[in-house]
């Protein structure tokens, strides 16, 4: 069984605790992990008492316990949530708890599982944990999640490999994704909140009207930028007034489009992975905003199902920008897991907007959102289209054209 | 890295589940199993769902993390007891929840621990959980304790093997132990019942005055038995009617000493691990009850400071028979744990009686319990005494005398 060395996986542990979560002396850590990563569970553990932790509560999880009981348990108890789960996140939250959260998914955990299930048990959570996910979105406390594999992922990522040796390299690629194999990660991190600041003023001060965004393997799309939008990447500050870095890694800056104004052509970079299907050569034609032509040489069924989802789900509700020098573009990798796919090439998404990616949209009337460009609908898919020879103009509103990215890297 | 026997290991987990907790269709189980023992944990769960459970919440423990707490965490954290962790098991024990616990405790855990952290919190989490507990000894609803090695525990009983070797040995000696090693053990439990029943049938009906124990090794002791006496061992009946294992393995029938009534002498047969002291060579002199001279070759001072706790310390609490033929008694080995050495040796139990031992004493007064020769401690430690040469003879009311174990085994 491969075995992790212990001095790189300490940093890693330190570092989740340290610049993730931001552990304070005297603070209540919540240490969320599967059973099959028990081992580095424990060193996040350790880190916390460390950094001064009151107390680290570890919250096991199982996730051959949690498709278990998907498949076998009786179909009543999917639509409950006991009170006491509730009580348990209101008693941490008052103790001002740090909650850091080890995700080692399997992609497949689900498969064959009852729709009708996870939807219901969905349903039934959410409603139950609403106050709960409103001061975590808020940033009402600090939380960071980062990975650790598990063998099932890791075969996935790398088939050919054996087990021990896609674990290994799993291991590998996310200390490096992650930017967690330096000598001093801490520091590292450092360095890398200080580019997001840079690049999130540049941006937000320039107010670009569009984007013109170009690539040798054919993207050639003008995005317009919703009125007022927001840039937002990197990390954020909680109410106590303290840094966290949300997850690990990070590297995407983000912001809303228009979803009126997208002309052109994007062929995306990488497969998407979508509920099981993966879907390659993505090639996509919008005319003011709405996607007018879709095409795919494989999984184009799987494509067209997102895009006949709703009308939203035609229109872009995401534009996300990543320097191909960042650790985790350069791995040419499809991890299969949201923290290292949508940080490993710029990218778009299809459907709803995330309102923060915009000035005060939480007090707009759905016609106000209309009118600044911000997309609805039941769906929010990224796929990828940067390249190491990416090109990005923004456009002001003058007319002004200012090539700020250039050869996958920002060049302002 | 040693893998248990796959085969072996779920006909252990359909045992504890189907003799121990007896788990009935629609009911909902409660699994709590150390993340180092996920692997059997969840075959326990599979087979809880095998069974028919409605649902199977796995209770993930952690030894190194509870260690790491006593010894890292913040003092006032042990004065309390959350709500919500009160509020758990009252909704399990209301949606009428089967425990099955899987114990691979390291005897060493709290070693270096401040001994005023384990007593408050000892007393915050038994007074939150009271009406629990008071459900659980009252056969209020069925559970089975159960164990599983851990690696520290294992290099414990087997010193001078290597890690994995001792793994091995001791799955092999606790399935064999709890009866779970042969091709249907679920038969061999019903076979062990019967036993059981046949034993405590005889001894209730016999209501022997006192026990003569006598054994090659120096042991000839007169125990005096409580007024009303009653032999225990073996399953339960919830108060559903239905029948479980509290403990696997189980191999013990005990009854209350009359505390006024034990003249000679005994010399135990293996050593006592208590507190962390290994207690060898005891041999203790009676004279109406009281303990008069003890001594031992290994460990006096701490069988002295057991025998000084107060005055019903240095009386008897409990006498248990174990057959020889018992394959834990075959075994010959010290498991630093009660699950299998109180199960390995006839024994007696210096200090507190338990109440089941005789009739009504919920009912009695102080003054009836003494009258009864009801024992009463702030300890109650078990040392054995059986041999394979032991001999038990039981003297009746009218001063029969009816030997009926001889050679370390019934034979009435």
């Known amino acids: 069984m491969f075995?992790?060395?212990e001095e790189k996986l300490k940093n890693y542990a330190k570092l989740i605790v340290n610049s993730g979560g931001n552990v304070q002396k005297g603070q209540l850590v919540i240490v969320g992990c599967?059973?099959?990563?028990?081992?580095?569970?424990?060193?996040?553990?350790?880190?916390?008492?460390?950094?001064?932790?009151?107390?680290?509560?570890?919250?096991?999880g199982c996730e051959f316990s949690a498709r278990s009981r998907y498949l076998r348990g009786a179909d009543e108890i999917f639509d409950t949530f006991a009170k006491w789960r509730v009580d348990k996140f209101k008693d941490q939250n008052d103790r001002g708890a740090v909650y850091l959260h080890i995700i080692s998914a399997n992609p497949n955990l689900l498969a064959g599982v009852d729709p009708d299930r996870i939807r219901r048990f969905s349903i039934a959570s959410r409603t139950a944990l609403k106050d709960h996910m409103e001061i975590m979105m808020s940033n009402g406390l600090r939380w960071c999640g980062s990975a650790a594999p598990s063998p099932e992922w890791a075969k996935l990522v790398f088939p050919d490999l054996s087990e021990d040796e896609a674990m290994e390299k799993l291991w590998d690629y996310i200390l490096k994704g992650a930017r967690a194999d330096g000598a001093d990660p801490i520091a590292d991190w450092k360095e890398h909140k200080a580019g997001f600041a840079g690049r999130l003023d540049y941006l937000n001060k320039k107010q670009f009207k569009s984007l013109r965004i170009t690539t040798g393997i054919g993207t050639d799309l003008t995005v317009g930028l919703a009125t007022n939008h927001v840039?937002?990447?990197?990390?954020?500050?909680?109410?106590?007034?303290?840094?966290f870095f949300p997850n690990m890694p990070t590297e995407e800056v983000f912001t809303m489009p228009d979803k009126h104004r997208a002309n052109g052509r994007v062929v995306a970079s990488m497969?998407?992975?979508?509920?099981?299907?993966?879907?390659?050569?993505?090639?996509?034609t919008f005319k003011d905003g709405r996607a007018v032509e879709h095409s795919a040489t494989k999984?184009?069924?799987?494509?067209?199902?997102?895009?006949?989802?709703?009308?939203?789900?035609?229109?872009?509700?995401?534009?996300?920008?990543v320097s191909s020098s960042?650790?985790?573009?350069?791995?040419?990798?499809?991890?299969y897991n949201t923290l290292?796919?949508?940080?490993?090439?710029s990218h778009l998404a299809l459907g709803k907007a995330y309102p923060k990616n915009a000035k005060d949209t939480d007090k707009m009337s759905?016609?106000?959102?209309?009118?600044?460009?911000?997309n609805d609908s039941l769906i929010h898919v990224d796929f990828m289209f940067g390249t190491e020879d990416m090109t990005v103009t923004g456009i002001s509103e003058n007319g002004e054209e200012i090539v700020f990215f250039e050869n996958g890297e920002f060049v302002y």
Chains 1, 2 share one sequence.
């Open 271 to 284: 497969p998407l992975s979508y509920q099981g299907s993966l879907i390659e050569g993505i090639d996509i």
């Open 366 to 374: 759905a016609e106000e959102k209309e009118k600044i460009g911000m």
């Open 326 to 335: 960042s650790p985790i573009a350069k791995m040419k990798t499809l991890f």
């Open 3 to 5: 075995v992790m060395n």
């Open 34 to 60: 599967d059973v099959e990563n028990a081992r580095f569970g424990r060193m996040v553990a350790e880190s916390a008492y460390d950094a001064g932790a009151s107390e680290v509560v570890m919250e096991w």
């Open 299 to 321: 999984g184009a069924e799987a494509l067209g199902n997102i895009m006949n989802m709703d009308e939203g789900a035609k229109r872009l509700g995401e534009v996300a920008l």
């Open 231 to 243: 840039w937002v990447g990197g990390g954020g500050t909680a109410k106590d007034g303290l840094d």
């Open 340 to 345: 290292f796919d949508e940080n490993a090439s």
